[in-house]
């Protein structure tokens, strides 16, 4: 949920009309009094907060909350004065948006402050008959053995192993591996070529990587 404040009523439609239609569920808030007991009440996933407002504004509101809140801020301001810049930086608002402003900019910076606040989950290790990958890492084993593999070997292998027990067509795996998005008989070959010194490198699990014939290639899973 996205809290928006701002005193214009006007302009929290606009926004809220704005990130709705992108999906995102919204609550309002007229001023800095009531924005701090629906993030104390609601626990938003991110605050677009006006600045100069009457009674409580947007920087008593930073104040408030302290530089180590959770929250991530987005500030909004109808001056574009360098203090009031630094000082919202400073009190640990996340970005700062002048008025008039796009909603569509707004939506963007939205998106771009969500996508770091939310770290992305480490990639899982992926196991199937004694092999391992583990892609934080960069690493195969095979029987606790590190096996030396090339940037396309490892990427062919983690498509496969994502995908163990289904088959993975030759144009799937250039798309995915080579970011082709079109396959020609030359292109397919290359995958049948990495395919033949991946199964060497793998020895005897190479026969874990089984051809199907006129579609592509599937790793056996466990």
Request: proline share 5%.
């Amino acid at each position: 949920m996205i809290l928006v404040v701002d005193d214009d009523v006007d302009l929290r439609s606009i926004v809220r009309e704005a990130l709705e239609r992108e999906g995102f569920t919204v609550d309002e808030a007229g001023d800095g009094g009531l924005a701090l007991a629906k993030i104390e009440a609601l626990a938003p996933e991110l605050v677009v907060l006006d600045l100069h407002m009457p009674a409580l504004g947007g920087l008593d509101v930073l104040r408030a909350l302290g530089t180590d809140h959770p929250t991530p801020v987005i500030v909004l301001s109808g001056l574009d004065h360098e203090a009031d810049r630094v000082i919202g930086l400073e009190l640990g608002a996340d970005d700062y948006v002048v008025k008039p402003f796009s909603p569509k900019e707004l939506v963007a910076r939205v998106r771009a402050v969500l996508r770091r606040a939310r770290p992305e989950p480490a990639p899982r290790v992926l196991s199937q008959n004694a092999v391992t990958l583990d892609p934080a890492r960069h690493l195969v084993t095979l029987h606790g053995r590190r096996l030396e593999l090339t940037p396309k070997e490892f990427d062919l292998l983690q498509a496969l192993l994502e995908a163990a027990g289904r088959v993975l067509s030759r144009e799937h795996l250039l798309s995915r591996v080579w970011g082709y998005a079109r396959a020609d008989e030359i292109e397919s070959r290359t995958v049948d070529v990495h395919v033949r010194r991946l199964r060497a490198k793998l020895g005897d699990a190479g026969t874990l990587i089984t051809t199907v014939k006129s579609v592509g290639y599937r790793f056996e899973a466990d």
